[in-house]
Nanobody
């Protein structure tokens, strides 16, 4: 059974930083793509970033590019999201997701393409 467990959320002030972790278990994810999504109260879930385990190609939403960095540690089966220069509009529940390597890069922003999801971790940025 595939499991994704997020951690690292919390409360920070504007301009602060957090690093989210997503620990994976149950399968070999070497051919998968991993993504981070977020959902703010009253809003739809939106794409944040994605990475291919093999090759390490990364993709970002325009709203976070230059501030957030997604990375993966194959040995630990863990994906990270380093978030810098945080803004109040980054406040949301952040979800980790895994896709089984079948999705072309241009569709990785779609939550429907992902097969497995974590439970989410809250990030709150105060002004």
């Amino acid at each position: 059974q595939v499991q994704l467990v997020e951690s690292g959320g919390g409360s920070v002030e504007t301009g602060g930083s957090l690093r989210l972790s997503c620990a994976t278990s149950g399968r070999t994810f070497s051919s998968y793509a991993m993504g981070w999504f977020r959902q703010a109260p009253g809003k739809d879930r939106e794409f944040v970033a994605a990475i291919h385990w093999s090759g390490g190609s990364t993709y970002y939403a325009a709203s976070v590019k230059g501030r957030f960095t997604i990375s993966g540690d194959n040995a630990k089966n863990t994906v990270y999201l380093q978030m810098n220069s945080l803004k109040p509009e980054d406040t949301a529940v952040y979800y980790c997701a895994a896709e089984r390597g079948r999705t072309p890069a241009y569709r990785l922003y779609l939550s429907s393409e992902y097969d497995y999801w974590g439970q989410g971790t809250q990030v709150t940025v105060s002004s």
